[in-house]
């Protein structure tokens, strides 16, 4: 599997995990666009959310509870935060590994895309 | 409740449903920002994904479910959307009623706020 994420996920590769469980793990994106930029990701390989299947839809409901746990811990909670999911080309989505951009830290525009 | 997605999700201000059941609904965004820009949200009030206690979790794999159906509905599927959740201020979430922004239609730009 020639994916950079699985391989930060496998340990092929190095990467500083933000968070770990037997599901999900988040990095910090390597071109952050905020103070606060993570990615939250599933550590199995689902190329985007258009490929998943009824049964996976969960997950997203996992993300969510590792970013909003993040943003807790980086204290943004109350002051807010974006969460952004890229899907294939038109969506620019950069790694075929489906991921949960968390950005805070700053008010962030209002221009979504 | 003084919450203009509690009015349309009640009827009380007419809105045109893209989808609707039990639990979620979609509609148009009033000021689109893309060729297809919907908000797709629980019926339930919950002001921000910050407010979601874990045992809600599971309405942003509804969400998803209903984003993904829309996507597939519009044929974006293939080339792609974006998908953001704002949440409170620093997010740019304009109002407090929890909602998901399901953008497509074009290519959309790699900033993200």
């Known amino acids: 599997m020639d994916c950079i994420f699985c391989k930060i996920a496998n ?4 990467g500083e995990f933000l968070y770990r469980d037997a599901k999900v ?5 390597i071109n952050p ?15 985007s959310v258009a490929d998943l299947a009824p049964e996976r839809l969960p997950i997203v409901a996992e993300l969510m509870r590792v970013a909003n746990h993040l943003a807790e811990k980086e204290g943004i909670s109350k002051r807010g935060y974006r969460l952004v999911i890229n899907c294939r080309r038109e969506g620019g989505q950069a790694v075929p590994h489906l991921h949960m951009h968390l950005l805070g830290g700053r008010a962030l ?3 979504l895309g």
């Open 11 to 14: 340990g092929e590769v190095p």
């Open 109 to 111: 525009l209002g221009k």
């Open 33 to 47: 666009q905020a103070p606060i930029h993570y990615l939250v990701m599933p550590i199995e390989h689902i190329p």
């Open 25 to 29: 793990f988040a990095v910090k994106d």
